[in-house]
C-alpha cells in the first residue's frame, strides 16, 4: 500500500482534470458544468480549484491526508465505489456549531466579488462538515442576523429566506470546499455506504463515471478504479480477492478458501459480482453467487 503524499497529490491532480468526475464533501457536490462549457481548473501543490459559471471547488490537501479506495454493495446487485481521502478523526473535526451563526465575509471564496458575502454557518453539518450559506443581500442578511442561535434543519422560514433570496450555498471541510451560485448542492447518492478506515474521518471524496442507466458499466474507469485500489487499498483487499478469482477460475468449490479470511464482510460478495463483470458468467462462478450472494 503506497500512500506518499506525491502519490496521492499526482491522483488528484489526474482526477481534477476529468470533468465528468464528482468531487463531494458530506455527501453534496457541484452541479455539473453546463453543455459546452469548459471548467477553470487550476492545480497547485495542496490540491486545486475548479470553477464554473454554476459554482466552483477547492482542495487544500494536508501532508497525512490518506486516501482510501472504497466500496459498497448496492441494491441493484452491482456496487458503488469512491476514493476517500480521510484525515485522522481528531485532526479532521470541524467547530460543530449547532444553531445558525454569522462567520464573516467568506474571504475564501473562489470568486473575488464573492469574498463581501457574509457566511453563515447553519449548523446542520456532521462533525466533519459545515454547511453554510452566503450573501450581500442586506435583506436576507438582516433576516437571518434575527435569526442568530435558532436552528436551521427545523426551520422552513429560514431556508425558504434563504432559497427566496437565490443565496449560494458552501460546504466546507479540512480538506476543502464546494460552492453553488444560487441554489442548494446536489446530492450523491449511496456516500453514506463508503465507510472511512477506522480512526479516520472524510473530509473529500472523487467518484468517477460508474455505470450508465442500463447498468452497463465503464470498463475504463472500473479498471482506474482497481489500480488505485491496487495502490492505497489495504494489502490484505487484494490478497483476498486474487485468492477468491484464483479458486473461480480453476473451477474451485464454493467455500474452498479456508486459509483467506474476507476484510470486510462484504468483500466476497463485492469480488463475486465484480467477477462476472470481468470474465462473465460461469457455473463455477453461479454456484458461488448462490452461495454467498443473495442480491
Not at 476514493?83 to 449547532?98: F, I, K, T, Y
Not at 442548494?184 to 471524496?205: K, N, Q, S, T
Not at 458468467?281 to 453461479?286: G, H, K
Amino acid at each position: 500500500m503506497r500512500n506518499a503524499f506525491s502519490d496521492l497529490l499526482q491522483v488528484v491532480h489526474d482526477y481534477l482534470n476529468d470533468p465528468e468526475t464528482r468531487w463531494p464533501i458530506a455527501g453534496r457536490t457541484m452541479a455539473p458544468t453546463p453543455s459546452g462549457e469548459n471548467p477553470e481548473t487550476r492545480l497547485d501543490y495542496t490540491g486545486g480549484q475548479v470553477l464554473t459559471s454554476r459554482g466552483a471547488m477547492r482542495i487544500v490537501l494536508p501532508s497525512n491526508t490518506r486516501l482510501a479506495p472504497c466500496e459498497a454493495l448496492s441494491d441493484d446487485g452491482l456496487w458503488v465505489q469512491a476514493s476517500l481521502l480521510c484525515l485522522p478523526a481528531e485532526e479532521a473535526a470541524m467547530a460543530q456549531r449547532r444553531g445558525l451563526s454569522e462567520l464573516g465575509y467568506d474571504l475564501l471564496a473562489a470568486r473575488p466579488e464573492d469574498r463581501l458575502g457574509t457566511l453563515f454557518d447553519l449548523g446542520t453539518g456532521p462533525a466533519e462538515a459545515e454547511f453554510c450559506v452566503r450573501s450581500a443581500d442586506p435583506a436576507l442578511l438582516a433576516f437571518l442576523r434575527k435569526h442568530i442561535g435558532q436552528d436551521a434543519a427545523s426551520s422552513p422560514e429560514i431556508m425558504a429566506a434563504v432559497e427566496s433570496a437565490q443565496a449560494d450555498h458552501v460546504v466546507q471541510s479540512r480538506l476543502g470546499r464546494i460552492e453553488s451560485y444560487g441554489a442548494a448542492l446536489a446530492p450523491v447518492d449511496h456516500m453514506e455506504r463508503l465507510i472511512p478506515p477506522e480512526g479516520f474521518l472524510l473530509g473529500l471524496a472523487f467518484i468517477s463515471p460508474q455505470r450508465m442507466a442500463d447498468g452497463a458499466m465503464d470498463r475504463a474507469t472500473f479498471e482506474a478504479f482497481r489500480i488505485l485500489q491496487n495502490s492505497f487499498a489495504e494489502p490484505a483487499l487484494w490478497r483476498f480477492r486474487n485468492a477468491v478469482t484464483e479458486a473461480i477460475r480453476n473451477g474451485a468449490a464454493p467455500g474452498s478458501l479456508t486459509d483467506a479470511d474476507p476484510p470486510h464482510p462484504d468483500t466476497l460478495r463485492l469480488t463475486l459480482r465484480q467477477i462476472e463483470y470481468t470474465d462473465g458468467p460461469s457455473e463455477t462462478l453461479a454456484a458461488w453467487r448462490t452461495a454467498f450472494d443473495s442480491a
